[in-house]
C-alpha cells in the first residue's frame, strides 16, 4: 500500500496540467498539508483508494493505496489557498474535527 510520506514530491493527477507535482509539508493521520509547485498549498484528508484505476496519461493507482484529492473533494474535504497561514488554520482545523470523530 502506497503512503504520502513528508518531504516526498507527487505528480498532482487531478488537474489535467502536465508536470504539476505536490510536495508533502505536514500530515496528522489522514489530514495532509501538501504545495504545489505552482506555490499554491493543498489541504485536506487522504482517501483510500476502493479499486485498481488508471489515470489519462498512463498513472496508475491500486486498491488501497492513498489517494489524492480528486474536484469533487473540494470545498468538501480538500481546500486550496496560496496563504501559507490560511493553509496553516485550515490544517489545524481538519486535524480538530479528525480527532472529535474519533472520539
Given at each position: 500500500?502506497?503512503?504520502?510520506?513528508?518531504?516526498?514530491?507527487?505528480?498532482?493527477?487531478?488537474?489535467?496540467?502536465?508536470?504539476?507535482?505536490?510536495?508533502?509539508?505536514?500530515?496528522?493521520?489522514?489530514?495532509c498539508?501538501?504545495?504545489?509547485?505552482?506555490?499554491?498549498?493543498?489541504?485536506?484528508?487522504?482517501?483510500?483508494?476502493?479499486?485498481?484505476?488508471?489515470?489519462?496519461?498512463?498513472?496508475?493507482?491500486?486498491?488501497?493505496?492513498?489517494?489524492?484529492?480528486?474536484?469533487?473533494?473540494?470545498?468538501q474535504?480538500?481546500?486550496?489557498?496560496?496563504?501559507?497561514?490560511?493553509?496553516?488554520?485550515?490544517?489545524?482545523?481538519?486535524?480538530?474535527?479528525?480527532?472529535?470523530?474519533?472520539?
Amino acid at each position: 500500500m502506497n503512503k504520502f510520506e513528508i518531504g516526498q514530491e507527487y505528480p498532482v493527477r487531478h488537474t489535467g496540467i502536465s508536470k504539476l507535482t505536490t510536495k508533502l509539508l505536514k500530515r496528522e493521520g489522514a489530514v495532509c498539508l501538501f504545495i504545489r509547485n505552482d506555490k499554491y498549498y493543498e489541504i485536506g484528508t487522504v482517501k483510500h483508494a476502493l479499486k485498481d484505476y488508471t489515470f489519462p496519461g498512463g498513472n496508475r493507482i491500486e486498491k488501497g493505496d492513498e489517494s489524492y484529492f480528486t474536484n469533487e473533494d473540494f470545498g468538501q474535504t480538500a481546500w486550496t489557498t496560496k496563504n501559507f497561514e490560511r493553509a496553516n488554520e485550515i490544517f489545524t482545523n481538519l486535524c480538530k474535527n479528525e480527532q472529535q470523530t474519533i472520539e
